[in-house]
């Protein structure tokens, strides 16, 4: 009896979700790898429209090429932290797509150095790309949300953006500042029927830490032990999909490292008595 309920249960929040996304126009940056990569499967099966940006358009195709024949995939290549060429991109995209209902600021990119070894030049691009790079493609499709009044805008931060981390203090500060943002952003557009999503994963297994940046800007090109172990980009993508679906105001995803975000909350000296110890893995 419980197995069915739970089944039964299951399967009407799979429902739930495939309801909140089908037909809809879901743009997603970061799409040609990982945690992005894994939403464009995942959003197809459940009968979204998809439009997919990242650098590398070689990427992109290949990913278009795994969809299931038959979806409405458009590729649109670009590098988010180009700030001056998003508003001409996105008017692009909304004559040629009618409308966005959801955006996923996704792309990002990761560090492993310790702050007096990264120069300023590393902080200032994984700001320009983490943090600059979403605000510039939120600003340039808020108009539309407004005037639609509808819509919804996800944030993909970081475990990290919760809680300072070692090796990663550009990372963190970036992940911080999206937080911040679309924290504020999501309390003024409220009244405009307007949703925030903030998504916050613990370690997802991508090529988040080879392709993470080196004090000097080098990538980093190891994949950490913790990193592999992470929650499989698919899983979390459904997860993901699901607290989206949900309208949830945020959602932590990930495995045991979720407790540094209630550490820090609660028993905050006792993390940074943990945090002093953090070694790279
Ligand atoms: N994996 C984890 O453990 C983890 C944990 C917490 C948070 N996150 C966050 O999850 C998001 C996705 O990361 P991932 O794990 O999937 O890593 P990933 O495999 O390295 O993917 C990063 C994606 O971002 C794109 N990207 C990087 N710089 C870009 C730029 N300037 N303009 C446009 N696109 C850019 C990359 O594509 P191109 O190279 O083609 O541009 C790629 O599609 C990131 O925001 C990351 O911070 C990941």
Not at 26 to 50: F, H, K, P, R
Not at 146 to 164: F, N, P
Not at 208 to 220: I, P, T
């Amino acid at each position: 009896m419980h197995t069915f309920v739970a089944t039964l249960l299951q399967k009407q929040s799979n429902n739930s979700t495939n309801m909140y996304f089908q037909g809809k126009k879901v743009w997603i940056t970061g799409a040609s790898s990982g945690i992005g990569e894994a939403l464009c499967y995942e959003l197809a099966s459940q009968g979204a429209e998809l439009i997919l940006s990242a650098r590398k358009g070689n990427e992109l195709e290949r990913v278009k090429a795994n969809c299931p024949a038959g979806y409405k995939i458009s590729l649109v290549p670009l590098d988010v932290s180009d700030f001056a060429s998003i508003p001409a991109v996105a008017q692009s995209v909304l004559s040629q797509v009618g409308h966005i209902d959801i955006l996923i600021n996704n792309a990002g990119i990761s560090q492993r150095s310790l702050a007096e070894e990264t120069s300023l030049s590393v902080d200032q691009r994984i700001m320009d790309v983490n943090f600059m790079g979403s605000v510039a493609m939120t600003k340039a499709l808020l108009p539309q949300f407004i005037s639609r009044k509808q819509g919804h805008i996800v944030a993909v931060s970081s475990v990290v953006g919760k809680v300072g981390t070692p090796y990663r203090s550009a990372y963190s500060a970036s992940k911080h500042a999206m937080q911040g943002f679309f924290e504020a952003l999501r309390a003024e557009l409220h009244s405009r029927n307007i949703d925030v999503t903030i998504i916050s994963p613990g370690y997802v297994a991508t090529q988040v830490s080879m392709n993470a940046l080196k004090g000097d800007g080098q990538a980093y090109q190891q994949m950490n032990e913790s990193t592999e172990q992470g929650l499989e980009a698919s899983v979390f993508a459904k997860k993901m999909l699901r607290a989206i679906s949900r309208r949830q105001e945020e959602a932590f995803i990930g495995k045991k490292e979720i407790l540094a975000i209630y550490l820090r909350r609660f028993f905050p000296k006792l993390l940074y008595r943990i945090l002093r110890n953090y070694r790279l893995k």
